[in-house]
């Protein structure tokens, strides 16, 4: 599911921003900076706008940042200078950190209101983290481990959903995306463990 969903998003939005991507690599825009700007400002959106509940702005922002993800891999492709392992290192780090701002941002706003969802976000948050922990653990021993439930773009999309929704006052809805994004997540830990043993048995 997770390879599907990423496919089916990213061949149209790479459509699309092609032709920025030629643009900017025209100015000399490293695909190295579009990808620290981006963290920045989806990081920079999270904590300015979640914390605090304004679930509508942050959704806006955040989406639309999340777009240099696919900005800076096509300005790599395309430029003379291609993809290297410094690049796909920086990119995979900051990843993780607007993750992170994302979710704990999510986190911040329901401590704040002692919400019995906390718990519930931690494991979220946790769970998460487990998914990209054992791919690259795999990928250090040399076994590849892409694939399960929920992969990265699953997991923001469902938080975003659930925020975005969450804005519109819609009853529920926020706790219901919290509860699936913990428990997708969980269920993908289990899918990479299983990739995993199923390649090294």
Do not use: H
């Not at 990081?43 to 989406?63: D, M």
């Not at 690049?87 to 941002?105: C, K, P, Q």
């Not at 946790?126 to 892409?146: D, L, P, Q, T």
């Amino acid at each position: 599911m997770g390879t599907m969903l990423q496919a089916s998003l990213r061949a149209p939005v790479t459509k699309v921003i092609t032709p920025l991507a030629r643009g900017l690599i025209k100015m000399r825009v490293s695909a190295n900076l579009v990808s620290v700007f981006g963290a920045l400002a989806t990081s920079s959106a999270a904590l300015l706008f979640f914390p605090s509940g304004r679930f509508g702005f942050g959704t806006f922002f955040i989406t639309l940042f999340v777009l240099f993800d696919l900005l800076d891999g096509t300005i790599a492709r395309l430029s003379s200078k291609g993809a290297n392992r410094f690049g796909a290192l920086l990119d995979s780090t900051l990843d993780r950190i607007g993750d992170a701002s994302v979710l704990g941002s999510l986190l911040w706003y329901l401590i704040r209101r002692k919400d019995s969802l906390t718990s519930v976000m931690v494991i979220a948050i946790a769970a998460g983290f487990m998914v990209s922990y054992v791919k690259a653990r795999a990928e250090a021993v040399g076994i590849e481990c892409n694939g399960g439930f929920a992969e990265r773009t699953e997991r923001l999309v469902i938080i975003l959903v659930a925020t975005g929704l969450a804005a519109l006052n819609l009853a529920y809805v926020l706790a219901i995306g919290i509860w699936l994004l913990a428990v997708a997540s969980c269920i993908t830990v289990i899918q990479r463990f299983a990739i995993v043993y199923r390649s090294g048995s």
